[in-house]
């Protein structure tokens, strides 16, 4: 058995987030209303910050067909989740993926990230614990979980299933939210 050698560091480069874009997927990140009738797309982004315009292109992407201030909220929302497991789970280490899956209703998207869990592994093996938001009298205050909160406050309903070794953190936004959320002139 070879042992494999490490990588050696290589210089910083710019390259088009286009090129990261499998052949058959344009339309996921094109920001277009071409393909308004999907009912699920999913797509497995490296845990890497760096990437996160192709976050936000997919998320607007599969928004299109909302109003701008729908399209916007949902990208909020969206990124925060992609945001959490990058920064809070073995998906943002080197190598390891993320998934985002929007699942299209009548009533409005649903957006489940799913990640690969904790990266500490005593919390991988402890049983359910659901996430909560931070609570609001502490969120000026507090120096994390405001993302979460703001998935609590602007989404229609929002979860997770509760399995620090393998995270799944879900939101749905109905359509006409954004009719209460944003008062008119």
Same mark, same amino acid.
């Given at each position: 058995?070879?042992?494999?050698?490490?990588?050696?560091?290589?210089?910083?480069?710019?390259?088009?987030?286009?090129?990261?874009?499998?052949?058959?997927?344009?339309?996921?990140?094109?920001?277009?209303?071409?393909?308004?009738?999907?009912?699920?797309?999913?797509?497995?982004?490296?845990?890497?910050?760096?990437?996160?315009?192709?976050?936000?292109?997919?998320?607007?992407?599969?928004?299109?067909?909302? /109003?701008?201030?729908?399209?916007? @909220?949902? !990208?909020? =929302?969206? *990124? +925060?989740?992609?945001? $959490?497991?990058?920064?809070?789970? #073995?998906?943002?280490?080197?190598?390891?993926?993320?998934?985002?899956?929007?699942?299209?209703?009548?009533?409005?998207?649903?957006?489940?990230?799913?990640?690969?869990?904790?990266?500490?592994?005593?919390?991988?093996?402890?049983?359910?614990?659901?996430?909560?938001?931070?609570?609001?009298?502490?969120?000026?205050?507090?120096? /994390?979980?405001?993302?979460?909160? @703001?998935? !609590?406050? =602007?989404? *229609? +309903?929002?979860?997770? $299933?509760?399995?620090?070794?393998? #995270?799944?953190?879900?939101?749905?936004?109905?359509?006409?939210?954004?009719?209460?959320?944003?008062?008119?002139?």
């Amino acid at each position: 058995m070879s042992v494999l050698t490490p990588v050696p560091p290589m210089p910083e480069v710019t390259i088009p987030l286009n090129l990261l874009i499998p052949h058959g997927y344009e339309h996921y990140f094109n920001r277009s209303t071409d393909h308004p009738h999907f009912t699920r797309r999913s797509f497995e982004f490296r845990g890497e910050t760096v990437l996160m315009p192709l976050v936000h292109a997919y998320l607007t992407t599969c928004a299109a067909a909302g /109003s701008p201030e729908y399209r916007y @909220l949902f !990208d909020l =929302l969206g *990124t +925060e989740l992609a945001s $959490n497991a990058i920064k809070h789970t #073995r998906s943002g280490l080197p190598g390891y993926t993320y998934t985002l899956k929007v699942v299209r209703s009548v009533t409005g998207l649903t957006l489940i990230c799913t990640d690969w869990g904790s990266i500490d592994r005593r919390d991988s093996a402890q049983e359910r614990r659901p996430l909560s938001p931070t609570d609001p009298d502490e969120l000026l205050t507090s120096e /994390s979980g405001r993302g979460l909160a @703001l998935v !609590d406050r =602007l989404s *229609t +309903e929002w979860g997770d $299933n509760g399995q620090p070794a393998f #995270r799944r953190v879900w939101f749905r936004l109905d359509y006409d939210l954004t009719k209460s959320a944003w008062p008119t002139a």
